[in-house]
């Protein structure tokens, strides 16, 4: 992380369907004295046109149109990185242009393009989204008829114990494995089972994602819940544009979070 902050490559393109591309930039980058947290602001630019009032004739129409490109409030946010050897927590603030998924396409793409840039490791950084088992078990207290369940397991991190299912997509070369799970006609999943805990497993860790479907108790359509769009939040003070004080209550929020895993 310290090499990633001082080298100047955490600058990424990557392609917006609606958008086009974005320039992606992580930069302000600084590890703590300690050692224990890494911050710094990861925005996009923007290309805008702005109108000067001609106060001499006293007219928006004559007054002169210039072109800019740069970030906007919405468009750069503070993060902070746990850098505790059990840790690699990230947390993030998040604005009207930058989402959840928004903020890990773009910081997925500085960290792995830096990585490329200075020959660190043959393989792309993955930046997983985690949602709380309690996230999960809310949900289906307030949708309890689950008729079917999606999950989606992905490689462990280096040096981390591999269970069976992981050593199956090692030997086959497979980055994920997804299973389905669909209940009987006029049946709904045990959601209460010890079976259905454990797939519960690697949520908070980001090595699992889950996609559940309900049929309403009134009727009507299925609901769904997929927790790569419910990841884990906190509400921390506004901070407008003083992005030194983002970062610090980003950290703050961050070392919390660590601290209640």
Do not use: C
Not at 14 to 27: C, E, S, V
Not at 207 to 235: I, M, R, Y
């Amino acid at each position: 992380m310290g090499a990633l902050a001082e080298s100047r490559f955490t600058r990424a393109t990557t392609l917006d369907k609606k958008t086009g591309p974005r320039d992606w930039i992580a930069a302000d980058l600084t590890v703590d004295p300690h050692g224990t947290f890494l911050t710094g602001v990861l925005g996009y630019k923007v290309r805008d046109q702005f109108r000067s009032f001609d106060d001499s004739s006293w007219s928006w129409v004559k007054g002169e149109t210039l072109n800019a490109t740069g970030a906007t409030a919405t468009t750069v946010v503070p993060f902070a990185v746990d850098l505790s050897e059990h840790g690699r927590w990230v947390g993030f603030a998040t604005s009207q242009s930058i989402r959840q998924q928004v903020f890990q396409d773009g910081f997925s793409a500085v960290l792995n393009e830096a990585v490329k840039q200075l020959d660190l490791w043959p393989t792309d950084w993955e930046f997983d989204l985690v949602v709380s088992r309690t996230t999960v078990r809310s949900w289906i207290q307030d949708n309890p008829n689950v008729v079917r369940m999606v999950r989606r397991l992905q490689r462990s991190n280096p040096g981390r114990d591999l269970d069976a299912d992981r050593q199956h997509m090692r030997a086959l070369g497979a980055s994920s494995m997804e299973e389905t799970y669909k209940a009987a006609k006029n049946e709904t999943l045990d959601t209460s089972s010890p079976a259905f805990e454990e797939k519960l497993i690697g949520l908070e860790t980001g090595d699992a994602s889950l996609g559940l479907w309900a049929l309403p108790q009134n009727g009507g359509h299925e609901v769904s819940f997929k927790s790569d769009t419910k990841s884990d939040s906190a509400a921390i003070d506004e901070f407008g544009s003083n992005l030194t004080s983002g970062m610090e209550l980003v950290q703050k929020a961050l070392a919390e979070y660590v601290a209640s895993k």
